[in-house]
């Protein structure tokens, strides 16, 4: 690759785009397959984002972490080219090809050269339709991924979440860890592999956003060149809506850890109901907001019981969550504990101010644009987009409906949808003074 090559990604990167409204257009190819476009000659580069909705929640009990293997091994070789073909190619033309796999939904990633975007795409054809899945790329990878399973199982924070997710979603997808267990990761086959892409990846269940230097032409004939090869629809199904079982109840997972992790959560709403933008502003009051919120400012602020602290609303294609987090020595569980539920029944009972409002709104409708700083955000933007049922119009009218948020709506949603008394929570440590709850 190129010194020149580098240097103008390296500066793509840094550099945001022109100032001005986002103009979103639609492109649909001849053959029939949509893309969501911003375009922008400033700088010569392309990126493209793309999803197959169905990710590792749809993985089989006995195949779990199917779909991590397979988003880790499909651009290890494809078509006639071997591993270590396909990724000097990617070295030589400066080129970005990555995939990986969440709850939800398999993700790719493209980004090149304007000159080099014609072979990337190519290069992400062979990918999708004619993966090689060879043994030594795949025994490769596989050993990184177990490694990284025996790692997580040591790391309190991501034992907490799962454990969360396991008693809110019990014998559903969203109970099992993505990567999958050791047993289930070294089971898996080339076999499995090739089935995983001839099941998941489908025209209809394709999501695609594109930012840069490209015109709606020139992407209309790579989308069908790249992606026409492949079934009309997948084979498999979408998991159903599903209720999150919050209860109440608190569990202790022993660790030999100085400072225990803290998770909880209970059910919300999706992504694509209308109350989620006064939920947006409810959550950046208790807990979004970092440094101005209420669980950073009780907990670390006045106690000093946690570095860190804070909630997010946490939607999945299925389920909508809220959830919080803290990290506080093993002394100072109990406490900590207390102070957030104090302040979630704070919340659900109303206690909103003004000026709450008002710093809330700022914030949300202010940093906003912090989402749309490069040519690769914008089109990760786009494709989330997609896949949160929103309308192409959505960049402009977004912060118009933080703008439209009442005190009383905040007050509704918070009276709706915050439960104290349900709040699951999960402590990996050692925690003093805490008892397990059923």
Do not use: C
Not at 77 to 96: C, N, V, Y
Not at 205 to 214: A, F, T, W
Not at 217 to 244: M, Q, Y
Not at 432 to 437: D, I, N, Q
Request: proline content about 4%; cysteine-free.
């Amino acid at each position: 690759m190129s010194v020149v090559r580098i240097l103008i990604l390296f500066l793509a990167v840094l550099l945001p785009l022109r100032a001005g409204a986002v103009d979103v257009q639609r492109v649909t190819s001849p053959g029939g397959i949509e893309a969501w476009l911003v375009e922008d000659h400033s700088n010569p580069v392309v990126a493209l984002r793309l999803a197959f909705l169905g990710g590792s929640e749809l993985d089989p009990a006995d195949r779990q972490g199917l779909a991590n293997l397979a988003a880790s091994t499909i651009d290890e070789g494809a078509g006639d080219l071997d591993s270590r073909a396909f990724q000097q190619i990617l070295a030589d033309e400066a080129i970005t090809l990555r995939f990986d796999a969440g709850r939800d939904v398999f993700a790719g990633r493209v980004y090149a050269l304007t000159e080099t975007f014609g072979g990337a795409m190519n290069l992400l054809r062979l990918a999708l339709i004619q993966p090689r899945f060879d043994a030594e790329p795949v025994e490769r990878i596989r050993s990184q991924i177990l490694s990284n399973i025996r790692s997580d199982g040591e790391d309190p924070d991501t034992v907490a979440f799962d454990a969360l997710l396991a008693g809110l979603f019990p014998g559903h997808g969203y109970a099992r860890r993505a990567d999958g267990t050791e047993d289930t990761v070294k089971a898996l086959t080339r076999e499995d592999l090739h089935a995983f892409v001839r099941s998941r990846f489908a025209r209809s269940n394709l999501r695609i956003g594109v930012s840069g230097d490209v015109t709606p032409e020139r992407l209309a004939e790579l989308l069908d060149k790249t992606f026409g090869g492949l079934p009309e629809r997948p084979s498999v199904k979408p998991l159903l809506d599903i209720e999150p079982q919050a209860t109440g109840r608190l569990r202790v997972i022993d660790m030999d850890v100085t400072q225990s992790a803290l998770v909880m959560g209970h059910g919300a709403m999706k992504r694509d109901h209308p109350d989620y933008y006064a939920a947006l502003v409810m959550n950046h009051v208790l807990g979004g907001g970092s440094f101005t919120s209420r669980l950073y400012d009780e907990v670390r602020e006045k106690r000093g019981l946690a570095y860190s602290v804070g909630s997010s609303l946490y939607p999945l294609d299925a389920a909508g969550l809220i959830v919080a987090s803290a990290g506080t020595e093993n002394a100072r569980v109990a406490e900590t504990l207390t102070i957030i539920h104090e302040q979630w029944a704070r919340m659900a009972a109303g206690e909103v101010t003004e000026q709450e409002l008002r710093d809330a709104k700022t914030y949300l409708t202010g940093s906003f644009a912090l989402n749309l700083t490069s040519t690769d955000a914008v089109a990760s933007m786009l494709r989330a987009m997609q896949l949160s049922h929103l309308d192409i119009d959505y960049l402009d009218k977004r912060n118009g409906y933080i703008d439209a948020v009442t005190l009383d709506d905040v007050k509704r949603v918070a009276k709706a949808y915050l439960a104290p008394d349900k709040l699951d929570v999960v402590v990996v440590g050692r925690p003093e003074g805490v008892t397990e709850r059923p």
